[in-house]
């Protein structure tokens, strides 16, 4: 069965561009999660959804980072004015469950380079 | 807040070696503990996890037990294959206590495994 997948895989934006990533989370799944990773670090969680409602944004860095979900399935980050601190792999996760033990399944990344 | 620390890479063993990969977390609560493996050119995916003291956590030949008295959850395999080279996060998840909703992760560890 298919996986969670996100696109595009790779995206250069020039510096104040803005940028949308899609994830495409595994049909039914709940819960959905968006995690930044910077170049030799592990990834650090932005925001959490359950089903369209967006219950966390306690990790998205400023308010130029913007998430939704709205039917509850497909979800997209969008980073205006991107800055080359923003260049990371974003991941996006779904899980089946909303409880805190449902496992989290990773898609494979977009990778962001701002020049 | 919450944090993990795992031991730095990459780390280098001949096949048929004993693994140790050690992590130690600091956390508020009670939180529940995981490994996730990423192997070369694949997404994020759970190896093991423990909800609770001295619980372990077992999968593909990997152990790890949580310990609470010394805030640890260290990885171990008794013999490696080439096919284990991967980088491996240990993570921590503290909603159960409150906290963030998503994952709480260390700096990955790259697992090389020479024939």
């Known amino acids: 069965g298919a996986g969670v997948s996100q696109s595009p895989r790779y995206k250069v934006a020039k510096r104040g561009q803005d940028v949308a990533l899609r994830c495409d989370p595994i049909?039914?799944?709940?819960?959905l999660f968006w995690y930044q990773q910077a170049l030799g670090q592990g990834p650090e969680f932005l925001t959490y959804?359950?089903?369209?409602?967006?219950?966390?944004k306690s990790g998205l860095p400023s308010d130029r980072f913007f998430a939704e979900r709205p039917e509850g399935s497909v979800s997209t980050l969008k980073i205006q004015r991107t800055q080359q601190e923003d260049s990371a792999v974003y991941l996006c996760?779904?899980?089946?469950?909303?409880?805190?033990?449902?496992?989290?399944?990773f898609g494979p990344g977009t990778r962001l380079t701002v020049t | 807040g919450n944090s993990v620390t795992q031991m730095e890479g990459p780390v280098t063993l001949s096949e048929e070696a004993f693994l140790t990969i050690n992590c130690t977390y600091t956390?508020?609560?009670?939180?529940?503990l995981f490994w996730y493996v990423q192997y070369p050119g694949e997404g994020l995916q759970l190896l093991l996890k423990?909800?609770?003291?001295?619980d372990k956590g077992s999968n593909k030949g990997f152990e790890a037990t949580y310990r609470k008295e010394t805030t640890s959850f260290h990885l171990e395999k008794g013999s490696v294959q080439v096919s284990d080279s991967a980088v491996y996060f240990c993570?921590?998840?503290?909603?159960?206590?409150?906290?963030?909703?998503?994952?709480?992760f260390g700096k990955g560890t790259h697992l090389i495994i020479q024939p």
């Open positions: 996760a779904s899980s089946l469950g909303s409880g805190y033990l449902s496992e989290q399944y």
């Open positions: 049909s039914g799944h709940v819960s």
């Open positions: 959804f359950q089903n369209e409602a967006q219950l966390d």
């Open positions: 956390a508020t609560g009670y939180p529940s």
């Open positions: 423990a909800t609770k003291a001295d």
């Open positions: 993570a921590l998840s503290d909603r159960a206590g409150g906290g963030a909703d998503g994952l709480t």
